[in-house]
Protein backbone atom coordinates (compact mmCIF):
# COMPACT_ATOMS: atom_id res chain seq x y z
CA UNK A 1 0.00 0.00 0.00
CA UNK A 2 1.47 3.49 -0.99
CA UNK A 3 0.35 6.17 0.96
CA UNK A 4 1.57 9.91 0.82
CA UNK A 5 2.41 11.26 4.17
CA UNK A 6 1.16 14.91 4.18
CA UNK A 7 -2.59 13.30 2.72
CA UNK A 8 -2.99 11.38 6.34
CA UNK A 9 -5.08 13.54 7.64
CA UNK A 10 -3.27 15.57 11.15
CA UNK A 11 -5.06 14.56 14.58
CA UNK A 12 -4.10 16.53 18.07
CA UNK A 13 -3.93 13.87 20.12
CA UNK A 14 -3.49 16.26 23.41
CA UNK A 15 -2.84 19.83 23.43
CA UNK A 16 0.68 20.66 21.37
CA UNK A 17 0.83 17.06 20.10
CA UNK A 18 -0.51 16.81 15.89
CA UNK A 19 0.24 12.94 14.69
CA UNK A 20 -0.66 11.52 11.15
CA UNK A 21 -0.57 7.64 12.39
CA UNK A 22 0.02 4.52 9.84
CA UNK A 23 -0.77 1.59 10.61
CA UNK A 24 -0.11 -2.08 9.19
CA UNK A 25 -1.23 -5.19 10.93
CA UNK A 26 1.77 -5.78 13.32
CA UNK A 27 2.73 -2.20 14.28
CA UNK A 28 2.12 1.74 13.85
CA UNK A 29 4.22 4.62 12.45
CA UNK A 30 3.41 7.99 13.67
CA UNK A 31 4.56 11.34 12.74
CA UNK A 32 4.44 14.10 15.20
CA UNK A 33 4.34 17.53 15.06
CA UNK A 34 5.06 18.96 18.53
CA UNK A 35 4.66 22.63 19.59
CA UNK A 36 7.23 23.99 21.78
CA UNK A 37 6.46 23.75 25.50
CA UNK A 38 4.00 21.07 24.69
CA UNK A 39 4.44 18.18 27.54
CA UNK A 40 3.35 14.84 27.42
CA UNK A 41 2.28 13.38 30.88
CA UNK A 42 3.95 10.10 32.34
CA UNK A 43 2.11 7.07 31.04
CA UNK A 44 3.21 3.36 29.90
CA UNK A 45 1.47 1.14 27.87
CA UNK A 46 1.87 -2.22 26.09
CA UNK A 47 3.81 -1.14 23.76
CA UNK A 48 7.23 -1.47 22.65
CA UNK A 49 8.17 2.13 21.16
CA UNK A 50 10.94 3.71 19.58
CA UNK A 51 11.19 8.00 19.28
CA UNK A 52 13.65 9.21 16.84
CA UNK A 53 13.56 13.37 16.61
CA UNK A 54 14.02 14.10 12.90
CA UNK A 55 13.45 18.26 14.09
CA UNK A 56 14.18 19.98 17.34
CA UNK A 57 15.08 19.19 20.87
CA UNK A 58 12.63 17.22 23.65
CA UNK A 59 13.18 16.46 27.39
CA UNK A 60 12.35 12.69 27.92
CA UNK A 61 11.77 11.30 31.07
CA UNK A 62 11.89 7.25 30.35
CA UNK A 63 11.69 4.98 33.79
CA UNK A 64 12.72 7.63 36.00
CA UNK A 65 16.11 8.61 33.56
CA UNK A 66 16.32 12.19 32.54
CA UNK A 67 17.57 13.08 28.73
CA UNK A 68 17.91 15.63 26.59
CA UNK A 69 16.77 13.62 22.91
CA UNK A 70 17.91 16.16 19.74
CA UNK A 71 17.78 15.59 15.95
CA UNK A 72 19.26 12.43 14.62
CA UNK A 73 18.94 10.67 18.05
CA UNK A 74 16.72 7.78 18.84
CA UNK A 75 15.54 6.02 22.24
CA UNK A 76 13.82 2.95 22.76
CA UNK A 77 10.89 2.35 25.42
CA UNK A 78 10.33 -0.91 26.35
CA UNK A 79 6.27 -2.14 26.91
CA UNK A 80 5.20 -1.42 30.13
CA UNK A 81 7.63 1.53 30.61
CA UNK A 82 6.57 4.90 32.16
CA UNK A 83 7.78 7.82 30.05
CA UNK A 84 6.63 11.10 29.67
CA UNK A 85 8.10 14.07 27.43
CA UNK A 86 8.25 18.08 27.14
CA UNK A 87 9.07 19.85 23.53
CA UNK A 88 12.09 21.98 24.31
CA UNK A 89 11.58 23.54 20.62
CA UNK A 90 9.42 22.85 18.34
CA UNK A 91 9.62 19.31 17.23
CA UNK A 92 8.91 16.85 14.79
CA UNK A 93 9.44 12.62 15.65
CA UNK A 94 8.79 9.58 14.11
CA UNK A 95 7.22 7.02 16.63
CA UNK A 96 7.14 3.77 15.97
CA UNK A 97 4.87 0.90 17.95
CA UNK A 98 4.65 -2.62 18.22
CA UNK A 99 1.81 -3.94 18.32
CA UNK A 100 -0.19 -1.69 16.29
CA UNK A 101 -2.15 1.28 18.12
CA UNK A 102 -5.59 0.43 18.41
CA UNK A 103 -6.28 3.20 19.88
CA UNK A 104 -4.32 5.49 17.71
CA UNK A 105 -7.41 3.95 14.90
CA UNK A 106 -9.46 6.73 13.75
CA UNK A 107 -12.69 7.27 11.78
CA UNK A 108 -11.57 10.70 9.77
Known amino acids: MLKEILKIQQK ?55 MIVETGMIVHIPSKIKHSGKALTNCKLTDTFYPTREDYKFDL
Open 12 to 66: EIIKGFKGRFFHTNNFTIAFWEIEKGAVLPEHSHIHEQTTQVIEGKLEMTIDSET
